[in-house]
């Protein structure tokens, strides 16, 4: 399942080289996410009710074009890694019309209790969950 | 009591306009309010765990001068109003060695329970912070 | 003319009290502005290629409500005055579904030379865009 | 030549976890990239009207901690890499008084001209320049 996420560029989120600044991908590869989850039928809101949390491990990005002010960008996002400690997601970002992404990434995250910050066993806690995310992973991947 | 917080300006907080983003003076305005706080010997930390917040009911912006990266700032903070509700602080962005600010400000606060998010009376919650604010306002202020 | 953007809140946008940083509206109020002028049938960008920026001189902001992560928001843009030197804009936040806003503001803007960033009199530079401007103003407003 | 930036944590950097958004963190590498600059004698301004820009083609981050509003925070930054094509920096985000990181990563700039955002050889266009930042390259590492 590869989920797609429309993106305007702000002005805000432009810097004085006329470009949006690299620190902003990161926000859209987070909005993207949100996305992902959602089709999965449940909200990340509701994931951080039932007392899960993913905050992030690494995060990577390879900048291989730039955006700009008004700009209509598309953020695709996968899931390329999955354990019952960790999640994977990748991302590209492209320009309307476009094939060849401007920015590719991806970003680790650890399944973590909500209330203790401490990692969560995700595919014993909610193994439901935890199957159908398995079945969303890009084929290829690793589980 | 007037605290000086000073900032240097980093690039992400520049737009293509070449100026700093008027989005950022807020963020400013409330690194200057944690050291205007600070100064009263607490923390604004502190006061959370005390179980009292202020999110914002106005903000204020003049716009008078801008901004550029790497240009080192002072943002001036002092209370300008003070009621058992609510606190009023104001603000000034000056240009190290200059006397005529590039922007000047105010926000206001409620006193709000942390948990409940619902309004708390200050003076009678809080009766020796009350007191020991009510003493840094600015003069002919009111109280 | 009133438009609408939709706004879906971000992570990011969040801070620790749980609920949309104050400092996010501006920025989403300057996505409607965005809206606002390609309604008029060109581009902010376009705008700045003619030589015209609109630096904010004021901005102003109350908040009547809070706003969470992943909430969907419409931001509605007006504008509320306008003169050869300067151009106010309108706005209202509001959650779907709602009909009191969680947030009003302004913001004041002077026309701008876009090299010089003086002073521009938009009535004498780009009189047909004025006056389809003009055309736009709310009802009962000052031109 | 590694340098040391401090930086306080901004309210407005946290999110609703209660932690310092990992977005910020790229700001912050920024930071302390304009201050390993400054270091060399020139500012990251004067390198840009020489017309020489350094945008990113490469971040990556490691969270390894986490830090929360009001920490003083120690942000290192050295350099790793250096080519007539490119430079790497390393950064170390680090909390007072503390040895082990919370958040290490890195970055890659391509050298490019200011007007056209065309590849420089900065080797040979400022060979003086290029040879002082050869003796700050970290011990060990490739030039």
Known sequence: MTTETRITVRYAE????????????????????????????????????????????????????????????TVCCFVTELSAARIRFGYEVLRQGEEKPICTGSTLHGWVDSQTFRPVNMKKRFPDLYAQIETQLEPGQKA
Chains 1, 2, 3, 4 share one sequence.
């Open 14 to 73: 432009t810097d004085q080289m006329g470009i949006t600044h690299h620190s902003v991908y990161p926000i859209w590869f987070e909005a993207a996410r949100t996305d992902w989850i959602k089709q999965l039928g449940l909200t990340y809101s509701q994931l951080e009710k039932m007392g899960v949390m993913t905050p992030l491990s690494q995060l990577e990005c390879r900048y291989t074009g730039v955006s700009r002010y008004e700009d209509e960008l």
